[in-house]
């Protein structure tokens, strides 16, 4: 393992942090630990945070910014700065994930990638908290993967899958940067290849609680477990109009969230007077409306007409789903 010399610096770095959809989502039972077995597609969108990675020699020295937020932990050499006083916290995923990753290669090998340096990370949030995006998480595995290779440490996806648990259910979804089919708690994932298609978020003007909706009473937790049969991953690769047009797939939140929150519930009923199909993703607030191939100009034409017909109250985003290897923060071994 060819690790980063006390000297050297690695070079300024910028990635981007791509959100998710769950395509759909079954509750199959609450184990012992508390915890829920699930069964979820993930794929994720192009709607993007940003980060960025710079070392400096330790010097003591401090970058202060007039809009920037300042999370600092005086006994680690990691600085995150965001424009977010709620963010910029110690408990942050991305301050979490790049502390991980050090006292990991601390414990494994006696070597601190940051003995000599002092490592600044900005966060730049574009995806909306609380909305069923994975965000954070997203957030969590870029830090993962791009320092995995600034710090050259060359660690394998087998390796960095059980320290993404760690932080969270979601963060080994994005460490396979592919459409992942999930069991478990999440953390159980088989890679698939699926058609990009285009979508319509709709964003409402609320955040919702991931552990409220999941404790609540009258979440279905006995959704059978479904086989994707080899046909139907066929199918995938080229629409996923499959998804949309059986009730076998669904989201197990929906009905519990749209009870709790009107705004949400609205978004339904107002979907259902343009006859389209709409989907929550994770535990929401956001809601997709997919809208076909991005290869098809129909598909375009239904995501603009639905954004000028939506009503004032929310936001209209219009993404396209990513393929396996479309978007690649970083190199790792498989």
């Not at 020699?57 to 920037?68: K, L, P, S, V, Y």
């Not at 478990?184 to 298609?197: N, R, T």
């Amino acid at each position: 393992m060819a690790t980063l010399s006390p000297s050297a610096l690695p070079p300024a770095t910028t990635v981007h942090a791509p959100a998710k959809l769950n395509l759909f989502l079954h509750i199959n039972g609450r184990r012992e630990d508390g915890y829920h077995e699930l069964q979820s597609l993930f794929q994720a969108v192009d709607l993007y945070d940003g980060l960025s990675f710079i070392h400096t020699a330790r010097t003591g020295d401090r970058r202060e910014h007039q809009a920037i937020q300042m999370a600092i932990d005086p006994l680690s050499p990691i600085r995150l700065s965001t424009e977010s006083s709620e963010q910029a916290n110690t408990d942050n995923l991305v301050f979490r994930a790049a502390e991980l990753l050090r006292q990991w290669q601390i414990t494994t090998t006696g070597v601190d990638p940051l003995a000599d340096k002092t490592l600044h990370i900005t966060l730049t949030k574009v995806i909306p908290v609380g909305a069923g995006l994975g965000g954070g998480s997203s957030d969590a595995a870029s830090t993962l993967l791009t320092l995995n290779q600034l710090w050259r440490l060359a660690l394998p996806l087998k390796t960095l899958l059980p320290l993404g648990l760690q932080l969270g259910a979601d963060v080994p979804f994005f460490l396979y940067q592919s459409p992942c089919l999930a069991d478990g708690v999440g953390e159980e994932l088989m890679p698939l290849q699926l058609a990009s298609e285009r979508f319509l978020l709709i964003h409402p003007a609320c955040h919702i609680s991931t552990p409220a909706i999941f404790g609540h009473q009258a979440l279905t937790r006995d959704t059978p477990k479904r086989k994707i049969a080899p046909a139907l991953r066929d199918e995938l690769t080229a629409s996923l109009s499959p998804l949309w047009n059986s009730k076998v797939f669904g989201n197990d939140c929906e009905s519990v969230v749209r009870i709790q929150y009107p705004e949400v519930d609205y978004i339904f009923d107002w979907a259902a007077t343009e006859s389209q199909t709409c989907r929550l993703t994770g535990t929401g607030s956001t809601v997709f409306i997919p809208c076909g191939p991005v290869a098809s100009p129909e598909s375009a034409e239904l995501a603009n007409r639905l954004v000028q017909r939506l009503p004032s109250a929310y936001v209209g985003q219009v993404v396209i789903g990513l393929t396996a290897g479309s978007h690649k923060v970083g190199t790792v071994l498989e």
